[in-house]
């Protein structure tokens, strides 16, 4: 039988670029929204870095990347259309990044609480999540709508982490962006960076405690936090003897 040397962790998750690959989908909706206005498609490549903000970030960072000019009155009426696109589309292309699956049964099989904290909205993330077959794998699903404040701020992976039942003084956030390496740093926990995902800045710019290359490099870093906490934790007593 595994030790279960991970019982009372929580591993918070970033969804679109760190769980799921789910780009291609997101930027499929964002370019059928392009087309009939006139507007050239935005090429996949240029256009990931964009994911991480929620949907009407995207749609107004994506009009701008294909030099659309911006109606902020029809906002609404675009937003509602890029939401019923994407969900009819939500799984065409998405899928889960080499290792996922096997990982999040490693790391629960050690007694670890998994949960999502994600700027995509709750509703949206659930449908993703349950079309990939990843829902038996987490405690809670949280997006912004569940919290009290979306990332960057420190209260989306703090809340999405009590939500799970977990203690954020004994968490790891995991994610691809300034928006999560922003909130876990704002709530004291320690970021893994999917270096693979969408990052918006440079991997040394990002401000994580350990990027990983691959999903299944996980595993150690996740390893190597839980020492480092635990062996603080142990050191605590002595230092506040000095
Ligand atoms: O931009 C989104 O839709 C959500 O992105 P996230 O899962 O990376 O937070
Ligand atoms: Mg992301």
Not at 14 to 42: C, F
Not at 175 to 189: F, H, M
Request: with cysteine.
């Amino acid at each position: 039988m595994r030790i279960r040397d991970l019982e009372g962790w929580t591993i918070a998750f970033d969804l679109d670029g760190t769980l799921v690959d789910s780009a291609p989908d997101l930027i499929g909706t964002l370019n059928r929204m392009l087309a009939p206005r006139g507007y050239p498609p935005v090429p996949l490549s240029s256009a990931r870095h964009l994911v991480g903000h929620g949907a009407r970030a995207l749609l107004r960072h994506g009009f701008a990347e294909a030099g659309a000019v911006w109606d902020e009155v029809a906002e609404p009426e675009l937003f509602d259309l890029f939401i019923d696109d994407y969900v009819a589309h939500i799984a065409d292309d998405s899928q889960a990044f080499d290792g996922v699956v096997e990982t999040l049964d490693h790391l629960a099989a050690r007694g670890a609480l998994l949960c999502v904290a994600t700027n995509k909205r709750t509703d949206l993330a659930v449908a993703l999540i349950d079309a990939l077959g990843l829902a038996r794998h987490f405690v809670v699903v949280a997006g912004p709508d569940l919290v009290s404040a979306r990332k960057p701020d420190g209260a989306h992976v703090r809340e999405a982490v009590q939500l799970a039942g977990g203690d954020p003084a004994r968490a790891v956030m995991v994610g691809d962006a300034t928006t999560d390496t922003g909130s876990a740093r704002a709530a004291g926990v320690p970021c893994v960076v999917a270096g693979f995902g969408y990052n918006d800045a440079p991997l040394a710019e990002l401000g994580g405690d350990i990027v990983i290359d691959c999903f299944p490099e996980l595993i150690a870093a996740v390893e190597t936090l839980h020492r480092m906490a635990t062996q603080s934790a142990a050191l605590a007593p002595e230092a506040a003897a000095i």
